[in-house]
């Protein structure tokens, strides 16, 4: 009865080869799958995935790996409950019954702010420069803020936001919409907080991680996306990540980072403890005081910064980045408040259309080869490991700027070794070594997870997770200590 079952099931299982065309148009590469620019198949598939003869384009991730992965389940669970239009949208799940391989179906999104970015920074290079249009930036912008609104109304941290997890579509239905990629870091919280940090304490990107994640905040909360989204505002506005600095490879969950915070106070300055009083609570304050001098900062501030690239103090932009990017994280501005921002009030208003009906000059992602995979596993090209945060579809352009700006990853769960800029992304524009992209799942060996049908069924399969784990842990740790003591009573006799 069993086997008959199975067979059937088996048999009315959708293949994805049976729906999409996807050979030949692997878009992205990484540690976690590959990622394939993929068009139905005329005439197969529900109504849901466009009408007939229609040849619409998706973003089809295979994970690697097989089983079932809670990171992977984690993700999947919270794409079925988000629904909004900033936020990038599942289609569908596929397994496939002989291999144990899992795609995600995602809407394909054309381009990213990593290569957008990249765009204006190789014209600022070569001395024609093109910064990205101030109306442009403002759209970016509001998008951004509405899509994580979203996320933190549902009780949902991010904590990866990064120029390569935010993707913007191109022509289409939904041409110039961003959608905020990657909800593999993505977590549940609760008010009052719980402390996440035992079960992943370093998160988000170097460049983009807030300063209390530097210093070992317990209790971080959804100022730290605020902060990720203030430097890429900043970025947009340079065309240069803000807080760039040296990435080693970090093998560690120490979330202290002496470079990073070194980089940020260069462009900040120190804290002041009337600025910033809980500094003096942060698990790693002592740590900061014996590595740093208050007086080798005393010159150095954001209206500083940002005016060497020409962008004015008395300006809403300037104002409003200030307010992102305050130190104390009680006092940061939050998403909902930003949105009410003079700033998006101002001619240019924000549009839903970022290009502005202009026509994009940015370039579309090109196809991968197998050269690319060999370029992509030379030594220098690798950096550093880089936790369960994950960001797939990623373009391979992005090697040359990284190898001019040393960028890196860092952060829990998921050991994936990560290439070029720590913001890197998507698929390749341009030669170069190879990433996966904002389609982001989970760790290595994804699986599927029904949630149910309220983001109270996400929360209740995350707790559960939590509870085995915990499980487990005291689990290993009983049996280590039985280990000890009869080691101990085996050297008095």
């Given at each position: 009865m069993d086997y008959e079952f199975k067979a059937k099931t088996a048999a009315e299982r959708v293949k994805v080869e049976d729906w999409f065309d996807y050979e030949g148009c692997k878009v992205g590469r990484g540690t976690y799958g590959h990622v394939y620019k993929a068009r139905r198949k005329e005439g197969v598939g529900p109504p849901t995935l466009g009408s007939r003869g229609e040849f619409k384009e998706y973003a089809l991730k295979q994970i690697e790996g097989t089983g079932l992965s809670m990171s992977a389940c984690r993700e999947i669970a919270l794409l079925r409950e988000l629904k909004h239009p900033n936020v990038i949208s599942l289609q569908r799940v596929f397994l496939s019954h002989n291999d144990r391989k899992v795609w995600l179906l995602f809407d394909y999104a054309e381009h990213d702010l990593w290569h957008i970015i990249k765009y204006h920074r190789a014209a600022k290079a070569?001395?024609?420069?093109?910064?990205?249009?101030?109306?442009?930036?403002?759209?970016?912008?509001?998008?951004?803020?509405?899509?994580?609104?979203?996320?933190?109304?549902?009780?949902?941290?991010?904590?990866?936001?990064?120029?390569?997890?935010?993707?913007?579509?191109?022509?289409?239905?939904?041409?110039?919409?961003?959608?905020?990629?990657?909800?593999?870091?993505?977590?549940l919280f609760n008010s009052p907080l719980k402390p996440l940090a035992d079960l992943d304490p370093v998160v988000v990107t170097f460049w983009y991680r807030a300063p209390e994640l530097l210093l070992g905040a317990r209790h971080y909360t959804k100022a730290i996306d605020i902060w990720a989204i203030g430097c890429i505002f900043a970025e947009l506005l340079t065309s240069e990540p803000i807080f760039h600095c040296r990435q080693e490879d970090i093998k560690t969950s120490n979330p202290y980072h002496h470079d990073q915070l070194d980089r940020i106070f260069n462009v900040m300055g120190f804290p002041q403890d009337k600025e910033w009083e809980d500094i003096r609570r942060m698990p790693e304050h002592n740590t900061l005081l014996k590595d740093f001098k208050r007086t080798n900062y005393q010159n150095c501030s954001l209206i500083k910064y940002m005016d060497r690239h020409k962008i004015k103090p008395e300006s809403k932009a300037f104002c409003l980045l200030?307010?992102?990017?305050?130190?104390?994280?009680?006092?940061?501005?939050?998403?909902?408040?930003?949105?009410?921002?003079?700033?998006?009030?101002?001619?240019?208003?924000?549009?839903?259309?970022?290009?502005?009906?202009?026509?994009?000059?940015?370039?579309?992602?090109?196809?991968?080869?197998?050269?690319?995979?060999?370029?992509?596993?030379?030594?220098?090209?690798?950096?550093?490991?880089?936790?369960?945060q994950q960001s797939q579809v990623h373009q391979q352009s992005q090697q040359q700027i990284h190898q001019q700006q040393n960028p890196g990853n860092g952060g829990p769960d998921a050991k994936r070794v990560?290439?070029?800029?720590?913001?890197?992304?998507h698929a390749n524009t341009g030669g170069g070594s190879t990433n996966s992209s904002g389609y982001n799942i989970g760790q290595s060996g994804g699986g599927v997870h029904s949630s149910g049908n309220s983001m109270h069924g996400v929360s209740m399969h995350y707790q559960q997770h939590q509870s085995q784990n915990q499980q487990q842990q005291q689990q290993q740790q009983q049996q280590q200590q039985q280990q000890r003591q009869q080691n101990n009573y085996g050297q008095r006799f």
């Open positions: 070569s001395k024609k420069p093109v910064m990205v249009p101030k109306a442009m930036v403002k759209s970016l912008l509001y998008q951004i803020l509405d899509g994580i609104h979203y996320l933190h109304a549902n009780w949902v941290l991010h904590r990866d936001l990064k120029p390569a997890n935010i993707l913007v579509m191109g022509d289409g239905i939904e041409r110039g919409r961003v959608k905020i990629a990657d909800m593999g870091f993505a977590r200030q307010k992102l990017l305050l130190m104390d994280p009680t006092k940061r501005i939050t998403s909902e408040t930003s949105l009410q921002d003079p700033y998006f009030s101002e001619e240019p208003l924000p549009t839903k259309d970022v290009f502005s009906a202009c026509p994009i000059p940015y370039p579309k992602r090109e196809f991968l080869t197998d050269d690319d995979q060999v370029k992509e596993e030379k030594p220098e090209n690798k950096m550093q490991q880089r936790p369960p990560r290439l070029n800029h720590p913001s890197e992304g």
